[in-house]
Protein backbone atom coordinates (compact mmCIF):
# COMPACT_ATOMS: atom_id res chain seq x y z
CA UNK A 1 0.00 0.00 0.00
CA UNK A 2 1.12 3.47 -1.26
CA UNK A 3 2.13 5.84 1.71
CA UNK A 4 2.39 9.53 1.71
CA UNK A 5 3.52 11.10 4.64
CA UNK A 6 4.31 15.18 4.94
CA UNK A 7 6.05 17.12 7.94
CA UNK A 8 5.17 19.36 9.53
CA UNK A 9 1.53 18.96 9.68
CA UNK A 10 1.22 22.22 11.48
CA UNK A 11 3.89 24.90 10.92
CA UNK A 12 3.36 28.74 12.21
CA UNK A 13 5.91 31.08 10.26
CA UNK A 14 6.72 34.84 10.50
CA UNK A 15 6.33 37.19 7.56
CA UNK A 16 9.71 37.34 5.46
CA UNK A 17 11.03 33.84 6.89
CA UNK A 18 12.26 30.72 4.95
CA UNK A 19 10.89 27.13 4.90
CA UNK A 20 10.66 23.53 3.68
CA UNK A 21 7.59 21.21 3.54
CA UNK A 22 8.44 17.44 2.99
CA UNK A 23 6.96 14.63 1.27
CA UNK A 24 8.11 11.31 1.55
CA UNK A 25 6.20 8.22 -0.41
CA UNK A 26 7.06 4.82 -0.12
CA UNK A 27 6.82 3.45 -3.84
CA UNK A 28 8.56 4.18 -7.21
CA UNK A 29 6.53 6.97 -8.61
CA UNK A 30 7.83 9.38 -10.94
CA UNK A 31 4.75 11.56 -11.10
CA UNK A 32 4.21 14.22 -7.88
CA UNK A 33 1.51 16.91 -7.49
CA UNK A 34 1.31 19.62 -4.78
CA UNK A 35 -1.81 21.49 -3.83
CA UNK A 36 -3.26 24.55 -2.18
CA UNK A 37 -6.18 24.24 0.27
CA UNK A 38 -7.82 27.24 1.33
CA UNK A 39 -10.56 27.08 4.61
CA UNK A 40 -13.49 25.33 2.99
CA UNK A 41 -12.72 25.73 -0.62
CA UNK A 42 -11.38 22.78 -3.15
CA UNK A 43 -8.02 22.13 -4.21
CA UNK A 44 -5.80 24.56 -6.29
CA UNK A 45 -3.13 23.16 -8.56
CA UNK A 46 0.25 24.17 -7.63
CA UNK A 47 3.10 21.96 -9.13
CA UNK A 48 3.04 19.38 -11.66
CA UNK A 49 6.71 17.21 -11.27
CA UNK A 50 7.06 14.37 -13.54
CA UNK A 51 10.70 13.29 -13.23
CA UNK A 52 14.02 12.62 -11.39
CA UNK A 53 15.47 16.19 -10.85
CA UNK A 54 12.35 18.51 -11.65
CA UNK A 55 12.35 21.50 -9.90
CA UNK A 56 9.43 24.15 -10.44
CA UNK A 57 9.07 27.53 -9.26
CA UNK A 58 5.82 29.92 -9.28
CA UNK A 59 6.86 33.32 -6.73
CA UNK A 60 7.88 32.65 -3.60
CA UNK A 61 6.94 28.68 -3.95
CA UNK A 62 9.59 26.55 -5.30
CA UNK A 63 9.33 22.23 -5.69
CA UNK A 64 11.67 19.85 -6.24
CA UNK A 65 11.58 16.34 -6.68
CA UNK A 66 14.12 13.47 -6.11
CA UNK A 67 12.75 9.81 -6.80
CA UNK A 68 15.76 8.03 -5.73
CA UNK A 69 15.41 9.36 -2.26
CA UNK A 70 11.48 9.38 -2.58
CA UNK A 71 11.00 12.30 -1.29
CA UNK A 72 9.38 15.73 -2.49
CA UNK A 73 10.07 19.72 -1.04
CA UNK A 74 7.92 22.57 -1.36
CA UNK A 75 10.44 25.66 -0.03
CA UNK A 76 8.68 28.64 0.79
CA UNK A 77 10.81 31.73 0.27
CA UNK A 78 10.32 35.29 2.44
CA UNK A 79 7.08 34.07 3.27
CA UNK A 80 4.15 36.23 3.06
CA UNK A 81 0.40 36.04 4.93
CA UNK A 82 -1.39 35.31 1.60
CA UNK A 83 0.65 31.79 1.53
CA UNK A 84 -1.08 30.81 4.75
CA UNK A 85 -3.41 27.63 3.36
CA UNK A 86 -3.05 23.77 4.21
CA UNK A 87 -0.57 21.69 1.14
CA UNK A 88 -1.02 18.67 0.03
CA UNK A 89 1.15 16.52 -1.97
CA UNK A 90 -0.26 13.67 -3.74
CA UNK A 91 1.62 10.75 -5.40
CA UNK A 92 0.50 9.17 -8.63
CA UNK A 93 1.26 5.47 -8.52
CA UNK A 94 -0.76 3.97 -11.46
CA UNK A 95 1.83 3.04 -13.63
CA UNK A 96 -0.48 4.17 -16.32
CA UNK A 97 -3.87 2.87 -15.06
CA UNK A 98 -6.46 4.51 -13.10
CA UNK A 99 -5.80 4.61 -9.22
CA UNK A 100 -6.52 7.91 -8.55
CA UNK A 101 -3.90 10.04 -6.49
CA UNK A 102 -2.41 9.36 -2.69
CA UNK A 103 -2.57 12.48 -0.52
CA UNK A 104 -0.55 13.12 2.22
CA UNK A 105 -2.16 14.55 5.11
CA UNK A 106 -1.47 18.06 4.78
CA UNK A 107 0.80 20.62 6.21
CA UNK A 108 -1.39 23.66 7.51
CA UNK A 109 0.93 26.34 7.30
CA UNK A 110 -0.14 30.28 9.35
CA UNK A 111 2.19 32.74 8.07
CA UNK A 112 2.09 35.59 10.55
CA UNK A 113 2.88 39.60 10.24
CA UNK B 1 -13.77 28.26 -20.08
CA UNK B 2 -15.41 26.97 -17.07
CA UNK B 3 -13.81 24.70 -14.47
CA UNK B 4 -14.86 21.63 -12.83
CA UNK B 5 -18.43 21.86 -12.16
CA UNK B 6 -20.10 20.28 -8.97
CA UNK B 7 -23.79 20.11 -7.72
CA UNK B 8 -25.30 20.25 -4.99
CA UNK B 9 -22.61 22.61 -2.96
CA UNK B 10 -23.98 21.50 0.90
CA UNK B 11 -26.32 18.77 1.56
CA UNK B 12 -27.79 17.11 4.95
CA UNK B 13 -29.01 13.57 4.92
CA UNK B 14 -29.88 11.28 7.55
CA UNK B 15 -28.42 8.12 8.55
CA UNK B 16 -30.20 5.51 6.25
CA UNK B 17 -30.62 7.73 3.29
CA UNK B 18 -29.51 7.72 -0.35
CA UNK B 19 -27.70 10.70 -1.84
CA UNK B 20 -26.50 11.31 -5.44
CA UNK B 21 -23.74 14.26 -6.48
CA UNK B 22 -22.98 15.69 -9.83
CA UNK B 23 -19.72 16.48 -11.54
CA UNK B 24 -19.10 18.34 -15.12
CA UNK B 25 -15.65 18.39 -16.27
CA UNK B 26 -13.44 20.04 -17.96
CA UNK B 27 -14.75 21.19 -21.41
CA UNK B 28 -12.95 17.87 -23.55
CA UNK B 29 -11.68 16.24 -20.64
CA UNK B 30 -12.90 12.86 -20.24
CA UNK B 31 -12.01 11.31 -17.26
CA UNK B 32 -13.61 11.85 -14.16
CA UNK B 33 -12.56 11.11 -10.56
CA UNK B 34 -13.97 11.34 -7.43
CA UNK B 35 -11.96 11.66 -3.80
CA UNK B 36 -14.19 11.77 0.09
CA UNK B 37 -12.25 14.31 2.10
CA UNK B 38 -13.05 14.01 6.02
CA UNK B 39 -12.13 17.15 7.89
CA UNK B 40 -8.58 17.39 8.60
CA UNK B 41 -7.17 14.68 6.17
CA UNK B 42 -6.26 14.93 2.22
CA UNK B 43 -8.22 13.63 0.02
CA UNK B 44 -9.36 9.78 -0.52
CA UNK B 45 -9.42 8.24 -4.00
CA UNK B 46 -12.94 6.77 -4.08
CA UNK B 47 -13.07 5.92 -8.23
CA UNK B 48 -12.14 6.82 -11.55
CA UNK B 49 -14.10 6.94 -14.95
CA UNK B 50 -12.71 7.12 -18.35
CA UNK B 51 -14.78 7.08 -21.67
CA UNK B 52 -17.60 5.74 -19.30
CA UNK B 53 -15.90 2.31 -18.15
CA UNK B 54 -14.46 2.43 -14.52
CA UNK B 55 -10.90 2.42 -14.68
CA UNK B 56 -10.45 2.31 -10.34
CA UNK B 57 -11.54 2.00 -7.76
CA UNK B 58 -10.64 2.76 -4.00
CA UNK B 59 -11.64 1.49 -1.22
CA UNK B 60 -15.01 1.78 -0.56
CA UNK B 61 -17.54 -0.02 0.26
CA UNK B 62 -20.29 -1.34 -2.35
CA UNK B 63 -22.34 1.24 -0.57
CA UNK B 64 -20.47 3.85 -2.74
CA UNK B 65 -21.28 3.36 -6.82
CA UNK B 66 -20.74 6.03 -9.62
CA UNK B 67 -21.40 6.21 -13.70
CA UNK B 68 -19.81 8.62 -16.28
CA UNK B 69 -22.60 9.82 -18.85
CA UNK B 70 -22.22 10.06 -22.48
CA UNK B 71 -21.35 14.04 -22.11
CA UNK B 72 -18.54 12.81 -19.46
CA UNK B 73 -20.31 14.51 -16.87
CA UNK B 74 -20.90 12.02 -13.41
CA UNK B 75 -22.52 11.02 -10.59
CA UNK B 76 -21.27 9.51 -7.13
CA UNK B 77 -24.28 7.64 -5.37
CA UNK B 78 -24.08 6.68 -1.53
CA UNK B 79 -26.95 4.60 -0.35
CA UNK B 80 -27.33 3.31 3.18
CA UNK B 81 -26.11 6.80 4.40
CA UNK B 82 -23.75 6.49 7.80
CA UNK B 83 -22.43 9.39 9.93
CA UNK B 84 -18.94 8.34 8.68
CA UNK B 85 -19.70 9.52 5.00
CA UNK B 86 -19.91 13.51 6.39
CA UNK B 87 -17.30 14.49 4.14
CA UNK B 88 -16.38 17.00 1.66
CA UNK B 89 -16.88 15.11 -1.82
CA UNK B 90 -14.26 16.25 -4.84
CA UNK B 91 -14.45 15.59 -8.53
CA UNK B 92 -11.51 15.94 -10.57
CA UNK B 93 -11.39 16.04 -14.16
CA UNK B 94 -8.09 15.18 -16.50
CA UNK B 95 -7.75 14.92 -20.07
CA UNK B 96 -7.67 11.18 -20.01
CA UNK B 97 -7.16 8.72 -17.18
CA UNK B 98 -3.71 7.36 -15.93
CA UNK B 99 -0.70 8.99 -17.15
CA UNK B 100 0.70 12.19 -16.49
CA UNK B 101 -2.45 14.00 -16.94
CA UNK B 102 -2.94 16.87 -14.26
CA UNK B 103 -6.15 16.52 -12.24
CA UNK B 104 -8.39 19.64 -11.87
CA UNK B 105 -10.36 19.59 -9.33
CA UNK B 106 -13.97 21.23 -8.70
CA UNK B 107 -15.38 23.16 -5.86
CA UNK B 108 -16.58 19.79 -4.01
CA UNK B 109 -20.03 19.15 -2.22
CA UNK B 110 -20.30 18.90 1.51
CA UNK B 111 -22.36 16.24 2.52
CA UNK B 112 -23.58 16.46 6.47
CA UNK B 113 -24.98 13.22 7.50
CA UNK B 114 -27.21 13.53 10.70
Known amino acids: ELKVEQNPLFLSMQEGKNYTIYCNYSTTSDRLYWYRQDPGKSLESLFV?????AVKQEGRLMASLDTKARLSTLHITAAVHDLSATYFC?????????????FGKGTHLIIQP | DAGVTQSPTHLIKTRGQHVTLRCSPI?????VSWYQQVLGQGPQFIFQYYEKEERGRGNFPDRFSARQFPNYSSELNVNALLLGDSALYLC?????????????FGPGTRLTVT
Open chain 2, 92 to 104: ASSLVAGGSYEQY
Open chain 2, 27 to 31: SGHKS
Open chain 1, 90 to 102: AVDDSGGGADGLT
Open chain 1, 49 to 53: LLSNG
